[in-house]
């Protein structure tokens, strides 16, 4: 299964909420600062380009208005985010140039050889199976293409321990995290040279410090009259929950990348 089945967990709620911490269109942080840090070096300039996870669609119309993709392919499994991405694509005139697309679990519904580059950022965390996944990626690249991604690790493959157990339960998502070892393993396998793994934990442990003292202080009260005190309230406590183990390193957002050889 290369896209686990999610009952709207990504609802209006939940992204209005995410887009107060990391703007409009954003489900993820960092912005097209973290995007840029992440295609550093690369050429999207016409191609064509598959994202695994679009969210609400900032980032496909930041691939497109900002670093010149040809095409960008989003994939997500839920309506209300691709609802929002839609509603993005059209506002930015960009809708010629996006494709949106609902996926079932299962493996990437697209013809071998189709995209330049497969795109994802923070999504695949959603996806247990990596392995799978990372043959499937290898399959849909034309030879030369790359395989671009963020993602949320974890610093080990053994038992969590109690304090990223309690971080996973509050988040309450259906997160399939995996090691920087296990991902490494799993493109090389597939068939990729140039692997990397690059940890973002320094800077995501010390970006998020800051999002837990705006949600406490200045979005507080108008995120709490649109979306509730209880649900501002249990995202400040998913936060809290997700800082010691940023600290620990036993989080650690990743930058990955791989090339599939010509």
Known sequence: MNVTESAELYHDQMIGMLERVWGDGWLSPGGPAEVARLLEGMDLKGKSILDIGCGAGGIDVLLVGMHGAGYVTGIDVEDTVLAHARGRADKAGLAAQIGL?????????????????????????????????????FRVLKPGGWFV??????????????????????????????????????MRTAGFEKVETRSRNAWYRDRAREELAL????LYAEAAAK????????????????????????HCPTHLRAWKPE
Do not use: C
Not at 163 to 182: N, T, V
Not at 215 to 218: A, F, L, Y
């Open 101 to 137: 697309v609902k996926v079932v679990p299962g493996p990437l519904p697209f013809p071998p050889q189709t995209f330049d580059i497969v795109f994802s950022k923070d999504s695949i965390v959603h996806i247990p199976d990596k392995h799978a996944l990372m043959r499937d990626v």
């Open 149 to 186: 991604a963020s993602d949320w690790l974890i610093g080990h493959d053994h038992e969590p321990s109690p304090a990223m157990k309690a971080y996973i339960a509050s988040e309450g998502l259906d997160f399939g995290m995996a090691s920087p070892l296990r991902y490494a393993d799993a």
């Open 215 to 218: 949600m406490k202080g200045p």
């Open 227 to 250: 979306l509730g005190h209880d649900f501002v309230d249990h995202n400040i406590d998913i936060w809290a929950n997700m800082l010691p183990v940023l600290e620990s390193g036993e």
